[in-house]
């Protein structure tokens, strides 16, 4: 059985700061996926990685993919007020498309 | 404009009832999906279809139940068999090419009392 851990679940980042987020996994996977979600809405697609060594920026956010450790991080830079939120990844193994999310890790960006 | 759409944005039952949540997408893909998410967790798979009048059941299939007889529509009835219906309520619709990713609509919160 595929499981998604994320750690830590809860980060209280200050303005300005750095921040490094992460997510293992248990078994081989094809993809990984990087969701956020603000409280009450629903989730939007940050990442998509496909392959060992994978490594995708958009912003402030940077995603990377170690497929032999099981591992993608989330690097936050210099955090601003409005990366506060829920990031959720989540991990695709075997044909049938299926996704198996971690609980999440709520990030919170104090002045 | 393309995209998910879920309604209602809220919804309220008493406990007994069965109760039906819609999920419309315009994007033609093939694959559907339905998850629960609970306070503090993180989405679980009810139940999907990757094509029309097919379906598979996913994690926490017990006291739900889908059809698929539209490729546009996947309809999710939260019958009274669920112990714990109270939930917000994600539905999904993923691309067949390219990326494969899972675009999200904007979910229903079923509370049940």
């Known amino acids: 059985e595929l499981k998604v851990e994320q750690n830590p679940l809860f980060l209280s980042m200050q303005e300005g700061k750095n921040y490094t987020i992460y997510c293992n996994y248990s078994?081989?996977?094809?993809?990984l996926y990087w969701y956020r979600q603000d409280p009450g809405k629903s989730l939007e697609s940050l990442f998509v990685?496909?392959?060992?060594?994978a490594v995708k920026q958009e912003g402030r956010l940077m995603a990377s993919l170690d497929t032999k450790a099981r591992l993608s991080t989330l690097h936050i830079t210099a955090a601003v007020h409005d990366l506060s939120a829920t990031y959720f990844c989540?991990?695709?193994?075997?044909?049938?498309?299926?996704?198996?999310f971690g609980k999440g890790i709520t990030l919170s960006v104090r002045p | 404009d393309g995209g998910i759409t879920q309604s209602p944005k809220y919804l309220f039952r008493k406990e007994g009832q069965n109760v039906t949540l819609s999920c419309e997408q315009n994007?033609?893909?093939?694959?559907m999906y339905w998850y629960r998410q609970d306070p503090g967790q993180g989405l679980r798979l009810i139940y999907y279809?990757?094509?029309?009048?097919?379906?598979q059941k996913g994690d926490i299939a017990e006291g739900y139940s889908v059809s698929r007889e539209k490729k546009e529509s996947f309809p999710l009835t939260v019958t009274s068999a669920q112990k714990n219906p109270t939930a917000f309520y994600l539905c999904?619709?993923?691309?067949?090419?390219?990326?494969?990713?899972?675009?999200f609509g904007p979910g229903t919160r079923l509370t049940v009392t």
């Open positions: 999904a619709s993923r691309t067949g090419t390219g990326l494969y990713e899972q675009y």
């Open positions: 994007l033609n893909h093939d694959a």
């Open positions: 078994t081989t996977s094809d993809r």
């Open positions: 279809s990757q094509i029309v009048n097919d379906f």
């Open positions: 990685l496909l392959s060992n060594g």
């Open positions: 989540a991990v695709e193994a075997g044909a049938n498309s299926k996704l198996t």
